[in-house]
Nanobody, 122 residues
Framework: QVHLEESGGGLVEAGGSLRLSCAVA????????ADWYRQGPGKQRELVAT???????TYVDSVKGRFTISRDNAQNAVYLQMNSLKLEDTGIYYC????????????????WGQGTQVTVSL
């Protein structure tokens, strides 16, 4: 059974860094791109970063220059490197991995991770 496993969240002081991982567990799915979302306390879920299949990236204005989304084909995973963390970055981060079935027919698939908590403190 294929699913995405998220890891890397935790408690960090403002100004610190965390690296979130979103790895494919199980076989049959090749991740090609992803969206990272976050939901802060009392807030709606927002799209934070996107990695498209062609390798292009986009970010919400509030994280530009601080966050980097990337993919590791060998690990079949995507990452979100978060630097210079701020209090307002606190929330649960969700990965929506997009790709295709590894074997024929190579139809498009997407999966959600379980979420990982990021807490930024003073």
């Amino acid at each position: 059974q294929v699913h995405l496993e998220e890891s890397g969240g935790g408690l960090v002081e403002a100004g610190g860094s965390l690296r979130l991982s979103c790895a494919v567990a199980g076989s049959g799915f090749t991740i090609l791109g992803a969206d990272w979302y976050r939901q802060g306390p009392g807030k709606q879920r927002e799209l934070v970063a996107t990695l498209s299949r062609d390798g292009s990236t986009t970010y919400v204005d509030s994280v530009k220059g601080r966050f980097t989304i990337s993919r590791d084909n060998a690990q079949n995973a995507v990452y979100l490197q978060m630097n210079s963390l701020k209090l307002e970055d606190t929330g649960i981060y969700y990965c929506n991995g997009k790709g295709m079935r590894s074997t024929w027919p190579h139809r498009d698939l997407d999966y959600w991770g379980q979420g990982t908590q990021v807490t930024v403190s003073l």
